[in-house]
């Protein structure tokens, strides 16, 4: 009863969290439909790729950094203004940037709604795309609904199969195992098909800019705290390639997880075949130019067959099934 309940206010704290981003997000966008309209042109269009702070779950991270893409949109409005913040909509990277740079080419000329009180505030796009909001209320609304199903149907299920089970003690624990065996084992499979679909998405020449080690510091969470920081490396390959033009840059050798390690010759085999002013093949999506890997395999997926091998292993163990 207690692991139902922490499921339900989990799922209603996530929620509870987007419908408070979704309404500071409704603010922003009310404030900007206010300003004032003024003719503008955009100055330069390209892409930008930054280095930004990367983040696991289940710990901490501080130095550790991958390579993402922007749409770099710079316009000019009025006698003397100037921006390169135009639009209300976040971009964390990685995300409809071929679609942004066509939108909003080089020397064309654009509406610019700036900020009557501070005309240095300016954007190009004042609106969040159709349906936005709704999307966030629908799913907000749906994780809390989602989880008092799923909790109570299974819930059902479990008290079923109870009197059928030689340990039925163990059911809850078990169940717990299950359910990660199955979404790891469900990971797998997904990273699998990314692969296979990367071997068939166009090459292009490539050139590696950066090759070596990343060093930082990490700690994982235990219990209701952290471990102590440690220090750790893992491979950083920065490579640049073109598309219609437009010049990428990204650091996925190949899918799945980055590997890290306290000793640096654990994890220096990739620096060692990649060298800086090397010139490779580069796999990239067709739809999406950012995505692109050298190597159409999954990293370590070995691991995660063996991890929900052991973990939906354990659950049978735990019951008495085997």
Not at 245 to 270: E, K, M, W
């Amino acid at each position: 009863m207690e692991l139902k309940f922490l499921l339900v206010g989990f799922a209603c704290a996530v929620a509870g969290m987007l419908s408070l981003v979704t309404l500071l997000k409704w603010w922003e966008v009310r404030a900007v439909s206010r300003w004032s309209p003024t003719p503008g042109k955009i100055i330069s269009s390209r892409v930008e790729a930054r280095e930004v702070t990367s983040s696991g779950s289940g710990s901490d991270s501080g130095g550790s950094t991958e390579i993402r893409n922007f749409p770099a949109i710079t316009f000019e409005y009025g006698k003397t203004f100037r921006s390169s913040h135009y639009s209300v909509q976040e971009n964390l990277g990685n995300f409809a940037v071929a679609e942004t740079l066509a939108k909003f080419p080089n020397g064309a000329g654009v509406t610019v709604f700036y900020n009557p009180a501070d005309p240095a505030k300016a954007v190009i796009e004042r609106t969040m795309p159709d349906g936005s909001f709704k999307f966030m209320v629908q799913l907000s609304a749906g994780l809390v609904v989602g989880a008092l199903v799923l909790v109570f149907s299974v819930g059902g299920v479990l008290e079923a199969v109870r009197p059928f089970l030689p340990k039925p003690q163990n059911l809850g624990a078990a169940a717990l195992l299950l359910f990660m065996g199955l979404f790891v084992l469900r990971m797998g499979f997904a990273q699998k098909s990314l692969a296979e679909q990367a071997a068939k998405w166009p090459i292009t020449a490539g050139r590696i800019d950066a090759s070596g080690l990343q060093k930082f510091e990490t700690r994982d969470r235990s219990g209701g705290g952290y471990r102590p920081w440690r220090t750790v490396f893992k491979s950083r390959i920065v490579y640049s390639y073109s598309v219609a033009g437009q010049r990428y840059a990204a650091d996925r050798i190949a899918f799945g997880a980055n590997v890290t390690a306290s000793l640096p010759r654990l994890v220096s085999g990739q620096s060692q075949r990649y060298l800086q002013g090397d010139k490779v093949e580069v796999h990239y999506d067709p739809d999406n130019p950012v995505a692109a890997v050298l190597e159409c395999r999954v990293s370590g997926l070995w691991l995660l067959w063996v991890c929900a091998v052991g973990l939906i292993g354990g659950a049978a163990l735990l019951v008495g099934v085997i």
